[in-house]
């Protein structure tokens, strides 16, 4: 890296185009022992969508902020250098899902202020994202709230972060519902009077009110649109 700094430095192009970026190991940040620790971290879910992975893909490490290239838009020119000094940075990376990292993200990091974009390790400059960092410090629940299945941003990043990594797509809108359609029944049950109900119907009345505290737990799926279920009116 000091090598590839000291480059940039003598020659103030060469980390501006795709031939001469830094090159990463993928043996490193994408090694088993790696993706398993963020997978444990994380619950297995998805980093950006809430979803549970390992059943159904193997899942990717993603680095929120670019390695290689960054894009303030989609369409606009990939810009280089990217973020190379945060290539193997634990606080860089996260667990996602292929749909949210490979059809959504990618390259996409834009910020509020594009001039203000960092460009090396020692960088002055202030940045802010107009994605949601999932690991802090902005609590996305300031920002991001669920009708329902239904997603919405309640701040400009907020829906800035629903509508670049299209958190509101329908198949994993339709998977939200499938999920949240569950929790209304344990809901309902739950909330029911219990005067009437014979003793094993009130104990399984009880497990379903530990079952709905399971359900809006740190580690279970979609767990955000659970919490808002449970306290909207
Ligand atoms: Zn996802």
């Known amino acids: 890296m000091a090598a590839y700094e000291q ?3 003598l020659d103030p192009a060469a980390g501006a185009s795709s031939s001469r970026a830094f090159t990463f190991d993928k043996n490193v940040y994408g090694h088993a022992d790696v993706k398993n620790a963020l997978k444990a971290a994380q619950h ?4 950006y969508c809430e979803g549970h992975i390992s059943h159904i893909a193997a899942g990717h490490v993603e680095h929120y902020r670019p390695k290689t290239c960054s894009q303030q838009a989609k369409g606009q020119p990939l810009l280089y250098p990217g973020y190379y000094w945060l290539a193997y940075a ?3 990376l996260y667990f996602v899902c292929e749909r949210c990292n ?3 993200k990618k390259n996409l990091f834009p910020l509020r202020d594009p001039m203000r974009r960092k460009l090396r390790r020692v960088d002055r400059r202030v940045e802010q994202p107009m994605i949601l960092d999932p690991g802090g410090p902005e609590d996305p629940r300031n920002h991001i709230r669920f009708k329902k299945a239904a997603i919405a941003g309640i701040s400009e990043v907020g829906k800035a972060t629903v509508a670049l990594l299209g958190l509101d797509r329908i198949p994993l ?5 499938r999920h949240l359609k569950k929790c209304i029944a344990i809901r309902n049950f739950a909330n029911a ?10 104990q399984q009345q009880r497990e379903a009110r ?9 580690d279970a799926e979609y767990s955000a649109m659970v919490t808002d279920l449970l306290t909207s009116r």
């Open 210 to 218: 530990q079952l709905l505290t399971r359900l809006s737990g740190r």
């Open 7 to 9: 480059q940039i430095g």
């Open 193 to 202: 009077p219990s005067a009437r109900m014979d003793l094993p119907t009130r």
């Open 102 to 104: 490979s059809s959504g």
């Open 173 to 177: 809108t339709t998977d939200r519902l």
């Open 90 to 92: 634990w606080p860089n």
């Open 44 to 47: 297995d879910k998805c980093c």
